[in-house]
Each structure stands twice: as structure tokens, then as C-alpha cells.
């Protein structure tokens, strides 16, 4: 680890680029041609915008949960997502009203590529050549529109979704630093990094399609409209088709979502178990304990595996209805109206097939995504919750405060302590402690059998135990050695830096005073 050294980074255009260069990126122009031409560094980045900073993002979420908590006067933190929700309601509800607009285009496209089309088919009739150039104007417009609205609407998804991942990841480090040990030790670091990982990522992605639930809603009653104004009762069997699929994607949704946590839990089992024979290698190494530990694994991972092929198999089902849907849906439409005597016109077979395609990428997409990703993003915010709802610290009954000039020697007081893990009193770690550790006592040396209590009361003065009645006062500052010896993947120096700058005197001096100096 070596010392933290601040990155220069070039000012962000962004911040004072016009609206028209936001909506097109005009201001990247320059940054393109210089990674076109020449290798980028890292001093080429742009320095984070202060809406995109993790303190404030982090900053702005806290202040939001303390007062839903004290607005609701509850013990347990509100939901983290629901706060991020309504700290950034103005944003979301723009952005949505953006969506219904852009997916109203498509539909409105459809429409007048249909007329166009109708005029080529019909030629020339009283005026139909001046309505033709303005169909054409309006759908190149359109068309333009669309594709512009696309990139801005998705750029802006995906800051609002990196602001949650940088928002949420910032609780759960946080988090990791209050954690008291015996939630600790109920945690595998590996869970952690499912946290900060795969679960964000399944939060980032409900913000993605959201909004079609409902948003596809009324773009059916929309389209459904206009068939029925184009093809008349012969519509409806079509439709009736394509409403039978809905329930079936909330059902593929619910199931999405049962395999959604079987798999996270699984997959959670999985990584604990790997991580205790990690931790325990040389113990199993030496009584020759692979074989029996790998089966343990392995059939874990099967269990897994078989649930991700279900759902994958899921998803091809679900894709088989959304390739097939429009083209069944279609001919039995095509059908009904030939049948009934009314002739198939150019105008009549494009426009119908192009509704539908606009409903199957609606309901056989983006809907079954916005159950599966919402169903997905539930499951894992409440696992996330579940970790942000862990005890912390046990502080309580803890006075710790730096030396004054009313107290100005340093000491460590007991005073008729009772303490447990479990916080109850049933299975007491330390009952009815009594002590005085001060200038006295410059040496203290507590012995006792395995479980006697000797860590539990270096805990209490760390306030790492729940201590139920009594207190501990600590007057001066506490430096803590472990029992748990670790060491971080670098230089020996750099372990004994911890990050610190090179000072060759004081250096010299920590290694002499640890009986280092053969090592170093």
C-alpha cells in the first residue's frame, strides 16, 4: 500500500457545456480525438462532477433514511432504495414522462409510415402529394428524434443507475466498519462482495424498465385501439391472444423471482463454505482432507447450477413467445379479415405488423424485464437491507473521552460490569467485573481457561460487546492489538507503512522497537 497521492485530472467539459452539447455530447469531441490519436492515461480523465461524488451521493441517501426513521420513529434504518427513490424522485419522474414520450413516437412513426405508404399504393389523389411530403417531413423528424432521445434517455439511466451503486456501496463499506463482531462473524466477505456487486447491479438494472409497467399498459390500450380502427371485430382474436400473455409473464416473473433468491442463497452457501476451507487449507492439507471438502463444494455448486438452468431455460421459453407472437398473432388477424370479405392492402399489412412488433418488443420485452428485473431487485435489496439492519458497534455504556486538564491522567474503569454476545443475560461473557487500570498498574496481564472471558473484556473496552448493565469508562486514547494476526498483499514495508510516508528515523525506530530488524 503505498501513500495516497492525489490524481490531477482535467476539469470536466460537462460542467459548462450548453444544453445542446449535453443533449448531442459535443463536449467529448475533443477527448475522442485525443484517444484517436494517442494512448489515454489516467491524468486524461475528468474530475468527478460533485452530483456524481460518492460522499454526496452517500451524504444526500443518510440524510434521506434519518428522516423517513424519524418521520416513521422506527429503531430500523427505512429502506435504502426507497429513500434513493424519493431523494431522487424529481429525476425519476422526468425521466419517466421522457420514456412515455419516446415510446409514444414509435407509435405515432408507425402510423404515418402506413399513410405513406398508402399513397404510393393508391398514386396521386387531390392533394395526396402535398400530405405525402409532410408524412415524410414528419418521420424523418421523428425518426431523428428517436434516435437523439434514445442516447440522452439511456446516458442519464445509467448516471442515475451509477449513483445508486456509488450511493448503496457507500452504506455497505460504511456498514462493514460498524459492524460489531458477532454480526461479523456471521458474515463471510464474500456475502459482502454480492452486496456490492451482483445485488447493486440487479437495483441499477430495475431502473431500466421501471417504467414499462406502466408505460406498456397504455401503449396496449394505444395499439389495440388502432387495430381495431383498421382491421374492425377481425382485430380481436389477435388481441385476445396477445392479452393471454400477460399473465403469463407475471407468472415467468414470480418464478424468475423465487429462482432470483434460491440462486443468491445458494450461491451465498457456496462461497462460505469455500471461504472456511480457504481459511482452513493447511489444517485439511495436513490430514489429507481434499477429497471430502471438494464433494462438499462441488455438490454445492450442482445445487446451483441446476437452479440457473431452470431459469435459463425459462428465458428461452420467453423468448420463443416474444420471436413467434407478432407473426401468430398476425396471420390469425389476416385470417378472420380475409374470411370475412375484406381485401389484404399493402397499408392494412404493414401498419397491423408494425403495431404489433411495437407491442411484442413491449409486452414480451421490456415488461417480463421490468417483473423480472423489479422481482430480482427485491430479493436483493432486502438482502442488502438485511446486512445495513446488522448490530453495530456495541458503544453502549462506553465513556470514552481524551485526557483534560480536570482529568488529566489515563485510565481504564470497570464498574460492576455484565456483558454477553448474545445480549442476553442468560449466557453472560463477563459478570460483575470490577477494576481500576491507571499509572498504578503499568503492566496488567489477565490469564485464564479458553472462554473464560479475557477477549471479552478487551471487547468491552473497544465497545465490540453488548454490555448490559455496568459501564466502562476510558479516559485517554486505546491502541488495540489483535489476537488475529493478518497481513495485506504487498512489501513487508508497506505492511509496517500501513499507507504512511517514508520516514527513514521513525522507521528505523517501530522496526528496532518490534525486534524487526533482522527482517527489515
Not at 396477445?242 to 451465498?268: C, E, H
Not at 489444517?283 to 462441488?298: D, G, N
Not at 404489433?356 to 421490456?366: G, H, K, Y
Not at 442476553?424 to 467485573?433: F, G, P, W, Y
Amino acid at each position: 500500500m503505498e501513500p495516497l497521492k492525489k490524481l490531477e485530472k482535467a476539469k470536466n467539459p460537462k460542467k459548462n457545456a450548453s444544453k445542446l452539447s449535453k443533449l448531442l455530447f459535443w463536449y467529448l469531441n475533443k477527448f475522442f480525438v485525443k484517444g484517436y490519436r494517442e494512448d489515454l492515461e489516467l491524468s486524461d480523465l475528468f474530475e468527478t462532477l460533485e452530483e456524481h461524488s460518492s460522499f454526496k451521493l452517500s451524504s444526500d441517501l443518510k440524510r434521506e433514511i434519518e428522516r423517513r426513521r424519524d418521520k416513521d420513529d422506527s429503531e430500523h434504518k427505512p429502506n435504502a432504495l426507497i429513500s434513493f427513490v424519493l431523494a431522487k424522485k424529481t429525476l425519476i419522474v422526468f425521466l419517466g414522462v421522457a420514456q412515455f414520450v419516446w415510446e409514444a413516437s414509435h407509435v405515432l412513426n408507425a402510423i404515418l409510415v402506413g399513410y405513406l405508404i398508402d399513397y404510393f399504393a393508391v398514386g396521386d389523389q387531390g392533394g395526396g402529394k402535398t400530405n405525402a411530403l409532410i408524412y415524410a417531413t414528419v418521420i424523418a423528424v421523428m425518426t431523428l428524434f428517436i434516435s437523439v432521445g434514445h442516447y440522452a434517455f439511456d446516458y442519464h439511466l445509467e448516471c442515475l443507475g451509477l449513483q445508486l451503486r456509488s450511493a448503496i456501496s457507500s452504506l455497505v463499506y460504511e456498514k462493514v466498519t460498524r459492524l460489531s463482531q458477532g454480526a461479523f462473524g456471521n458474515t463471510a466477505a464474500g456475502n459482502i462482495v454480492n452486496h456490492m456487486s451482483s445485488d447493486v447491479h440487479k437495483l441499477i438494472m430495475m431502473f431500466f424498465f421501471f417504467n414499462y409497467f406502466w408505460i406498456t399498459p397504455i401503449k396496449l390500450v394505444l395499439v389495440f385501439g388502432l387495430l381495431y380502427m383498421s382491421l374492425g371485430i377481425s382485430a380481436l382474436p389477435g388481441i385476445a391472444l396477445l392479452l393471454s400473455f400477460i399473465p403469463l409473464q407475471i407468472y415467468l416473473g414470480k418464478v424468475f423471482a423465487n429462482l432470483r433468491k434460491t440462486v443468491g442463497g445458494l450461491t451465498d452457501e457456496r462461497v462460505k463454505i469455500t471461504s472456511e476451507v480457504i481459511k482452513g487449507i493447511r489444517a485439511i492439507k495436513m490430514y489429507t482432507w481434499e477429497e471430502p471438502f471438494r464433494r462438499i463444494i462441488q455438490e454445492s455448486r450442482r445445487k446451483e447450477v441446476k437452479k440457473i438452468l431452470t431459469s435459463q431455460v425459462i428465458r428461452a421459453v420467453n423468448i420463443t413467445i416474444f420471436v413467434c407472437m407478432p407473426y401468430i398473432c398476425g396471420a390469425l388477424m389476416f385470417t378472420m379479415y380475409y374470411l370475412r370479405g375484406n381485401p389484404l392492402t399493402t397499408t392494412t399489412v404493414f401498419s397491423t405488423l408494425a403495431l404489433l412488433q411495437l407491442v411484442r418488443f413491449s409486452l414480451c420485452v421490456f415488461f417480463p424485464l421490468a417483473v423480472k428485473s423489479s422481482a430480482e431487485a427485491l430479493a436483493s435489496m432486502k438482502r442488502v437491507q438485511a446486512f445495513l439492519n446488522m448490530d453495530e458497534e456495541a458503544c453502549n455504556n462506553l465513556v470514552s473521552r481524551p485526557l483534560s486538564s480536570d482529568d488529566p491522567l489515563p485510565y481504564v474503569q470497570f464498574s460492576n460490569v455484565n456483558a454477553s454476545w448474545k445480549k442476553e443475560m442468560t449466557s453472560l461473557a463477563l459478570s460483575n467485573i470490577n477494576i481500576r487500570i491507571d499509572e498504578k498498574t503499568p503492566l496488567l496481564i489477565i490469564i485464564g481457561a479458553v472462554g473464560s472471558g479475557k477477549t471479552s473484556a478487551l471487547m468491552s473496552v473497544c465497545g465490540e460487546i453488548p454490555i448490559l448493565s455496568g459501564g466502562v469508562t476510558v479516559n485517554g486514547r486505546v491502541s488495540y492489538a489483535s489476537q488475529v494476526p493478518w497481513i495485506f498483499s504487498g512489501t513487508v514495508r508497506q505492511n509496517i507503512l500501513f499507507g504512511e510516508p517514508f520516514v527513514k528515523e521513525k522507521y528505523r525506530a517501530v522496526v528496532s522497537a518490534c525486534s524487526l530488524s533482522k527482517v527489515c
